[in-house]
T-cell receptor, first 113, second 109 residues
Framework: DTAVSQTPKYLVTQMGNDKSIKCEQN?????MYWYKQDSKKFLKIMFS???????INETVPNRFSPKSPDKAHLNLHINSLELGDSAVYFC????????????FGPGTRLLVL | TQLLEQSPQFLSIQEGENLTVYCNSS?????LQWYRQEPGEGPVLLVT?????EVKKLKRLTFQFGDARKDSSLHITAAQPGDTGLYLC?????????FGTGTSLTVIP
């Protein structure tokens, strides 16, 4: 069974559209994350979220919003997509938020045209 | 300037050669992690170093945490094509987690 799964794997869309990426973890972890990996392979945290606290990287545009229906899911919603949003988005989870091992999903490759 | 700077950024070597990747910061970390990311996949944890001066070995990979806990290194002995990938150091000096700038390693058969 896949520990952290993401859908879709590929997403091609037009500028201005709204899209969502789904993430599920079956590890029973309390904390989930969203990362953006740019074309230079730099991995930057966007959000970390557990039952109690959402930590937002202040550099993330408010067009991006995490939505967590339950502890096992953290979806990423993006409004008014821009060309610069093209990247690979990774979901990850960890037992807690204290720097423990993070388990990553396979990534969602987003291309905005 | 990123919180965790890695060098070199790119490395292409022949099978059997040795190499060292560096991860440096001006911040102190309680621990540092090393991940490897293969093409088309997410990063996977290799090791966590916790104590200043600590050395950990994982088969042909040797990880060292600096005495001041501001830097770390990864040494690979007799590199194999299967070592090809993006190597990332990572840590949380406060309540936010940061990844390093990455080292892309290619081992040529």
């Amino acid at each position: 069974d896949t520990a952290v799964s993401q859908t879709p794997k590929y997403l091609v869309t037009q500028m201005g559209n709204d899209k969502s990426i789904k993430c599920e973890q079956n590890l029973g972890h309390d904390t989930m994350y969203w990362y953006k990996q740019d074309s230079k392979k730099f991995l930057k945290i966007m959000f970390s979220y557990n039952n109690k606290e959402l930590i937002i990287n202040e550099t993330v545009p408010n067009r991006f919003s995490p939505k967590s229906p339950d502890k096992a899911h953290l979806n990423l919603h993006i409004n008014s997509l821009e060309l610069g949003d093209s990247a690979v988005y990774f979901c990850a989870s960890s037992q807690d938020s204290g720097g423990e091992t993070q388990y990553f999903g396979p990534g969602t490759r987003l291309l905005v045209l | 300037t990123q919180l965790l700077e890695q060098s070199p950024q790119f490395l292409s070597i022949q099978e059997g050669e040795n190499l060292t990747v560096y991860c440096n910061s001006s911040s102190v970390f309680s621990s540092l992690q090393w991940y490897r990311q293969e093409p088309g996949e997410g990063p996977v944890l290799l090791v966590t170093v916790v104590t200043g001066g600590e050395v950990k070995k994982l088969k042909r990979l040797t990880f060292q945490f600096g005495d001041a806990r501001k830097d770390s290194s990864l040494h690979i002995t007799a590199a194999q094509p299967g070592d090809t990938g993006l190597y990332l150091c990572a840590g949380a000096p406060g309540n936010q987690f940061y990844f390093g700038t990455g080292t892309s390693l290619t081992v040529i058969p």
